[in-house]
């Protein structure tokens, strides 16, 4: 799947959250969040399974990009920084890929290029 459009019209749980895919092509996503106040936990930064979502979105966006369906079999991510309000960006990139598994890195930043989360996504390729 290298289109970006057809890819993201089928995520309606990534629409949902108000995530948006700029960008993916072989091996490589970007997407961005626009925080709201939705997005927020109690102590008023981003939710770390919202900003868990939106990396799996550039995970997913990367790993599919090559016309065959990929599916996470391990992913892990750190927080490294709170955010609380602007944008964050996730890119997504690939580090191997073989014939039935391909390896992804994600960081997201905020507006200010700081890095809020690292990511580490495994995927099958159906």
Do not use: W
């Not at 109690?42 to 016309?67: E, K, P, Q, R, Y």
């Not at 599916?71 to 039935?100: D, H």
């Amino acid at each position: 799947m290298t289109d970006k459009e057809t890819f993201f019209d089928k995520d309606v749980f990534a629409q949902y959250c108000g995530i948006e895919l700029i960008e993916a092509e072989n091996g490589y996503a970007e997407a961005q969040l626009k925080i709201q106040p939705h997005h927020l936990n109690g102590v008023g930064t981003v939710h770390g399974g919202m900003i868990f979502s939106l990396a799996d979105l550039a995970f997913a966006a990367a790993c599919n990009s090559h016309g065959t369906v990929a599916v996470a079999i391990n992913v892990n991510i750190s927080y490294l920084k709170s955010a609380s309000n602007g944008v964050l960006v996730a890119k997504a990139t690939e580090v191997s890929l073989g014939r039935k598994i391909g390896t992804y890195s994600v960081n997201v930043t905020d507006g200010e290029g700081n890095l809020i989360a690292s990511f580490q996504g495994m995927a099958y390729r159906k």
